[in-house]
């Protein structure tokens, strides 16, 4: 809460459709809360002031009066009427039911996934250190914390200030799976203000698509807290194709961008490439003033967001370059898997209702920023062609922000408000959920790494390991065995795994190790491993089960974990 309560502060900054409406102000405050905080928090760490509970808790109180102070004097209070407070009991109702979803993935612990475990070790040293660029003494036998700094810089706070343990933070992806939807909703309900139920219904879409729950698997936390701040950028850039900003919006709309270069490059991107081509469609639309605000907003972003762009320039010395398109060669994106995370009725509802849109000339310019995110995305899935280095199938998560707006809108503009529309919205809902329910218990089970019965193997491999001992695990239980075994690991990582190309060496070494080459032979013996950490089912790039490490013998063995002896 103190990490997000800032925005409220801050809702001056807002786009003004947005902050001009209750809810919509309300609900994307937390998300541009987010984007303030985690950016001052990365700028004071960069110019060498600690990291402390005191030093986060006076950047919170620095953001909140900077916010108070942009706060229009002269502003007539809005009335909250009964229609308002029948829209928020429909919103809170989303929300929950996107949470209880969110439940059936990481509803218990351990939560499923990998990805979790680099996120709690690197908030931990955070709060030992009292620093963000720091090295990882765990990971592939000690490199620098390569991660985007905003979200480990939010957790790390937290740890600061609230004094718990680091497991404490392991669900606390929820929160941005929540962010992501009230992004959606802030987007539609500014932009068309009269229609009440488009905005729920784009919220709902979003909170119900398979891919929502997907994402939750595999812990993509920094990806899905960009998917937030991608949403309230849209939401400025809607703003932006309908009338002149003025200074405060244009001052949040650096803020989103700044803090979009810190939590995830590839949104970033992606986001940058969204800019473009709205302000290039209005100003070649006759609304040349785009092109100037766009070009002010860029260049606030660029002063206020020096310390983040400092830390972020330190990572990427690190990385020793990008790996080649050929490493992401199986990451393609496969139609029908994809089609099917984000439903047949929204794939359905978005194409229908884009081609009518475009056909009988309905096509809001509001709806310009989610049209350019969906073709952006469509076309970086099939980026292999041209030989961009890309997870190509990972673009398929941001198209439902996209996806849900658009069909949203076509539905209440095609059916126009009836009970047809009401009636049609509702069951669109209703079978996407039918359909997101086992999905989620599938992806759960998947992705279910750390069960009980594993973590009492780790916790017995654990008091037999010397301090410093080399562990070699697979793709797996990667993050996982450097998080709760806290001993230096060699994951062999598979090269579509690593983004920064000096680790993949690393990667290749523990792959010789385990299978058991004559140079993994001799690379065991001048480590002294002793021990493979390993998945049994774990899947290569390809699909197939690797084979158990060559000449090992079994010390624990469970349905996900075997924990092998090296000969």
């Known amino acids: 809460m103190a990490l997000l309560a800032p925005g409220f502060a801050l809702c001056g900054l807002l786009p003004a459709p947005v902050r001009a409406i209750p809810l919509a102000r309300w609900a994307a405050a937390p998300i541009l809360g987010f984007a303030a905080v985690t950016a001052c928090l990365i700028t004071i760490s960069w110019i060498g002031l600690p990291l402390g509970g005191l030093s986060v808790r006076l950047v919170l109180v620095a953001v909140v009066l900077a916010g108070i102070a942009t706060w229009p004097r002269d502003a007539a209070p809005i009335p909250f009427t009964r229609a308002d407070a029948l829209e928020a009991g429909g919103l809170l109702a989303i929300v929950a039911g996107g949470i209880a979803l969110a439940s059936l993935v990481i509803g218990e612990r351990p939560v499923p996934g990998n990805d979790w475990a680099k996120y709690l070790l690197y908030a931990d040293e955070i709060r ?220 359905g509802a978005t194409v229908v209702g884009l081609v009518a849109l475009a056909a009988t000339r309905r096509l809001d310019r509001a709806l310009w920023p989610a049209v350019a995110l969906f073709v952006i995305c469509c076309a970086l899935g099939y980026a292999y062609l041209v030989h961009l280095p890309l997870y190509y199938a990972r673009v398929v998560f941001y198209l439902p922000l996209a996806m849900a707006p658009i069909a949203a809108v076509a539905a209440w503009k095609l059916l126009r408000p009836t009970p047809v529309a009401a009636i049609a919205s509702v069951a669109a809902v209703a079978v996407i959920v039918a359909g997101s329910i086992p999905q989620a218990r599938n992806v759960e089970r998947f992705y279910s790494f750390a069960s009980p019965v594993a973590l009492r193997g780790l916790d017995a491999l654990d008091a037999q390991l010397k301090p410093g001992e080399v562990v070699v695990t697979d793709r797996c239980w990667s993050f996982l065995s450097t998080w709760l075994l806290r001993t230096r690991t060699l994951p062999a990582l598979e090269p579509q795994d690593i983004q920064p190309k000096a680790e993949l060496v690393r990667a290749r070494q523990a792959r010789a190790i385990l299978d058991g080459t004559p140079e993994g032979r001799r690379l065991q013996r001048e480590l002294g491993v002793r021990y493979a950490v390993v998945d049994p089912t774990c899947p290569d790039a390809a699909g197939n089960v690797y084979p158990p490490p060559l000449g090992g013998e079994p010390e624990f063995a469970s349905r996900r974990l075997a924990i092998v002896r090296l000969p």
């Open 128 to 347: 030992r250190q009292g620093e963000l660029l720091i090295d990882n003494p765990f990971w592939m036998l000690g490199v620098p914390f390569r991660e985007d700094p905003a979200v480990p810089a939010a957790y790390g706070s937290i740890l600061l200030v609230a004094r718990v343990p680091a497991g404490a933070l392991a669900q606390g992806i929820v929160v941005f799976s929540v962010l992501q939807a009230l992004a959606a909703y802030a987007y539609v309900r500014g932009s068309w203000p009269e229609r009440r139920m488009t905005a729920l219904l784009a919220a709902a879409l979003l909170a119900a698509v398979p891919a929502s729950q997907d994402i939750l698997g595999w812990h993509g936390l920094a990806n899905l807290a960009a998917l937030a701040l991608l949403g309230l950028l849209l939401a400025y850039l809607a703003a932006l194709t309908t009338e002149r900003p003025d200074g405060r919006a244009t001052v949040g709309l650096a803020i989103v961008l700044v803090s979009l270069v810190a939590t995830h490059r590839l949104t970033a991107v992606i986001g940058g490439m969204v800019l473009a081509v709205v302000v290039a469609v209005a100003f070649l639309t006759g609304r040349r003033f785009a092109l100037g605000a766009a070009a002010r907003a860029i260049g606030l972003a660029l002063v206020l967001g020096i310390g983040v762009l400092a830390d972020v320039y330190a990572r990427q010395k690190t990385f020793g370059g990008t790996l080649p398109a050929d490493a992401y060669e199986n990451t393609r994106v496969n139609l029908e898997l994809a089609i099917r995370d984000l439903s047949w009725v929204l794939t």
